[in-house]
């Protein structure tokens, strides 16, 4: 998570909501991603599709059964959606995403019985860093919009 955590660091720096993400086969990272949803001016540029593409390209396949991904908020459900295709094993997320989580916090994709995949999913690893880091930013840019008097 530590790692997850830099990501979403280099993401705050960048002006991107921070959110880091690492792939992680036998204890060694094989892919990193970070929001770059302004930056690229993509909807899918999530950290969680980033790092599994990253992953995807490091092994050779698009199967990470042997992967575990460490993100620093609860996937969205586009984000959940690419962890249970690539076949992740486990999913470990700092931050608990009540408004638009899909690993319990609006909905639980990942619990669900009717996917073909199963992931592990744990949750609130490092909650507190991870969401005060989401929480400076948007405090950032919420006093910047009432400077520019919006």
Excluded at 58 to 72: F, H, K
Excluded at 97 to 103: F, S, V
Excluded at 113 to 119: E, G, M, T
Aim: glycine share 10%; with cysteine.
């Amino acid at each position: 998570m530590e790692l997850a955590l830099e990501e979403a660091e280099l993401a705050f720096r960048e002006d991107e909501v921070p959110v880091g993400a690492v792939v992680v086969m036998s204890g060694k990272v094989v892919g990193r991603g970070r929001n770059r949803r302004e930056r690229l001016r993509l909807v899918t540029s999530h950290a969680e599709i980033e790092a599994i593409q990253k992953a995807s390209r490091t092994l050779g396949t698009w199967r990470l059964e042997n992967c575990d991904i460490y993100v620093t908020l609860e996937p969205c459900p586009m984000c959940a959606g690419a962890i249970i295709q690539a076949r992740i094993k486990r999913l470990v997320f700092g931050a608990y995403d009540p408004k638009g989580g899909a690993a319990g916090g609006v909905v639980d994709l990942l619990g669900q019985k009717l996917f073909n995949h199963r992931v592990d999913v744990i949750g609130g690893i490092l909650e507190e860093r991870c969401s005060q880091t989401l929480k400076k930013y948007f405090t950032i840019k919420r006093n910047a919009e009432k400077r520019r008097g919006g």
